[in-house]
Every structure is written in C-alpha cells, then in structure tokens.
C-alpha cells in the first residue's frame, strides 16, 4: 500500500463533482493542491448551480493532512453554512481506498466518507450523520477528474 502522501495525491488537480444532498442537486467545480510545504492537501469546492439552486452560493474549502505519529488522517472542513467559534476536525484511518472521517459534535457524529475508485480515476463521498444510534444519509456525491495539473509536492 502507498504512503499517506501518494493516497491524498489522487486529490490533485481539477474536478467536477456532481451528486445530491437529499432532494438537492449539487454540482461544484473542484481544485486541489499541495499546500504549506505539502503537509496539508488543499481542496476548495464552489457550486456551479443556477441561482434557483439553494447550494448555489456555496463554497467549501477541505485540508487534509497526515499525522505518523498517531497513523491518522484529519480533515479540516470550512464553508459557507456559518462561522464556527470551535475547531473539530474530522479524523480517519485509512481502510483501504476508504477514508471514513468522523466528526464528533458529542451527541451527533458527521461522517464524510472519501472512497477512492481507480476504475474510474475518480473519489466518491458518503455524507451521513449518526445521532441516537440512528444513520442516515446527508449527501452522496462523485468526482471526475477534469485535468491533473498541479500535482507533486
């Protein structure tokens, strides 16, 4: 299996991510970069949506980073839906192609889960959330890769 830094390279370059959050659309143009000495993955996500879209003001920005030490992926989650006064990261072991990043709000848990499907040089995301022992899903979205300019680092 490939390092930590190889797995989050297949991030790199441009995407078009498509998907539906509930009955929503979603469609974002996505661009993803090695940053701050390429300790962290920089991902930025914008909609592409018409107006009469309710995603279609929103804007995301995702970091991902590698810590040895304790063999875990984090993921630093800012967009557009407010302004947190707490930092939670989302944290994840690697299963395989699979990143399940758990964000833990206490009582509820968001999971953002990133699969890798090299059949399709493309990364899937499950959206859920657990809360009262109940899961159910937030969205479902794919990436396909657009160009992979930019990679290395």
């Known amino acids: 299996m490939e390092d930590a830094h190889e797995f ?3 991030l790199v370059g441009e995407w078009l991510l498509t998907g ?9 143009h996505v661009q993803a970069r090695w940053v701050l000495g390429g300790r962290f993955l920089w ?3 914008k909609s592409e949506t018409g107006p009469d ?5 929103y804007e995301a ?6 810590n040895r030490e304790e063999d875990t992926f984090v993921m630093h989650l800012l967009d557009t839906t407010e302004v947190p006064t707490t930092c939670v990261l989302g944290r994840a072991s690697r299963e395989g192609d699979r ?3 758990v964000f833990d709000y206490g009582a509820v848990q968001f999971i953002n889960e990133l699969s890798w499907n090299p059949d399709r040089d493309g990364w899937s995301f499950h959206q859920t959330i657990r809360e009262e022992g109940a899961t ?3 969205a479902r979205k794919l990436m396909s890769r657009i ?3 930019g990679s290395g680092g």
Do not use: W
Not at 53 to 57: F, G, H, I, L, S
Not at 61 to 66: K, M, Q, R, T
């Open 20 to 28: 539906e959050m509930g009955e929503v659309e979603l469609r974002q």
């Open 136 to 138: 159910k899903t937030f």
């Open 53 to 57: 879209n309710p995603t279609a003001e």
């Open 8 to 10: 989050l390279d297949r």
């Open 61 to 66: 920005i995702y970091l991902f980073g590698y």
């Open 147 to 149: 160009s992979t300019s």
């Open 43 to 45: 991902m930025h996500c």
């Open 99 to 101: 990143l399940p990043f």
